[in-house]
């Protein structure tokens, strides 16, 4: 039991490396980019809700989630604040200020 693999908690994993492939392409290319921040804005938003789902998995699932499941998912987890905070460096001042002000 304990390596069990539940099917949709294997999906939420595979939707998280689908977007962390899409993070690190951004990052790869934000200087070729010419719509850089408007894709990162996108990108957070499929984040967030791909957290949400997460974590209400967890809630529904609780204890029969796998010990190796959740420490794939935390690890996924972690993973993505690593991009994340690699996506943020990109982000120049100048470019929040008019991103804030075209919106």
């Not at 894709?39 to 809700?49: F, G, H, S």
């Amino acid at each position: 039991m304990s390596d069990y693999i539940d099917e949709e908690g294997l999906l939420k994993l595979i939707k998280f490396n689908e977007l962390s492939r899409d993070i690190t392409r951004l990052n790869w290319s934000w200087n070729d980019n010419f719509n850089s921040i408007n894709k990162a804005q996108e990108l957070m938003v499929r984040e967030q809700k791909l957290f949400l789902e997460i974590s209400e998995y967890k809630q529904r699932m609780g204890d029969r989630i796998s010990p190796r499941q959740k420490k794939d998912i935390a690890d996924t987890i972690e993973g993505m604040g690593k991009l994340v905070n690699y996506l943020k460096d990109k982000i120049k001042p100048s470019e929040l200020t008019i991103n804030a002000l075209s919106a």
